[in-house]
């Protein structure tokens, strides 16, 4: 069956995750789909576990970079060697259940597979100390871009091939969940959000919701990427 849709999955140092989220994604992918793992420059035994979980399913490939240039630098190399008609990712530390993303193919196809969808989770049941702070940033980056944001970096996403191709030069940092959805919005592509739960991390460790300097870390870091995301999509 030849490929339709592309999720494209970066993993820095995520070894221990790795066996689960390739089941979990056995489990439950829709047909007609591919999963990119991408090496994002791991420094642990991802590309280990890669190498031997790639031939036991065939729906999988990786893209490896020796080096870590950011989130969406991942991302991006993955988008950019992707098969399908629609696009996406979502997250590898199994915080995102992978069977969210063949529910966010069913809606792509309910919906007529057009090129003016974008498709994307929206959290559940979080705790409240997170969700206070994702509403708060929303609400600034609502305020700053002039645009209605909320519940940015939830996961999955999925967009049409034209969409990708159209992009202006993409950050290659965390705030390419921002740029995307923001983008989206400002072309008037019709947003479709669908209810996802979160896990708690079952490995490894997350590089940015740990304690308050982290986070105060996300902010200034947010404000400077608003502002080159505001001049890129105007």
């Keep these: 069956m030849p490929v339709r849709f592309s999720a494209v999955v970066p993993c820095y140092n995520e070894e221990g995750n790795l066996p689960r989220l390739f089941s979990r994604f056995a489990e439950t992918l829709a047909p007609g789909c591919e999963v990119i793992f991408v090496d994002n420059g791991s420094t642990d035994g991802t590309a280990r ?74 959290r559940r049941g979080r705790p409240f100390s997170d969700g206070f702070f994702t509403a708060a940033m929303a609400a600034f980056e609502s305020l700053y871009l002039r645009l209605p944001l909320w519940d940015v970096n939830a996961q999955p996403c999925l967009f049409h091939r034209a969409f990708f191709e159209a992009w202006p030069p993409a950050p290659q940092d965390f705030s390419l969940d921002l740029f995307a959805f923001a983008l989206a919005l400002k072309k008037k592509s019709e947003i479709i959000r669908f209810p996802v739960s979160v896990s708690p991390r079952a490995a490894g460790y997350s590089s940015w919701n740990s304690g308050f300097f982290s986070r105060a870390s996300l902010i200034r870091r947010t404000i400077a990427s608003g502002a080159r995301i505001k001049r890129e999509i105007s």
């Design 49 to 122: 576990v890669l190498e031997t979980l790639l031939p036991r399913y065939p729906f999988s490939r990786v893209v490896s970079l020796s080096e870590n240039k950011g989130y969406g630098a991942g991302i991006l190399s993955g988008l950019k060697s992707a098969e399908g008609e629609f696009l996406g990712w979502t997250h590898g530390d199994l915080q995102c259940d992978p069977a969210d993303f063949s529910l966010a193919v069913s809606l792509a196809e309910k919906n007529g597979l057009r090129r003016d969808l974008f498709i994307k989770g929206l």
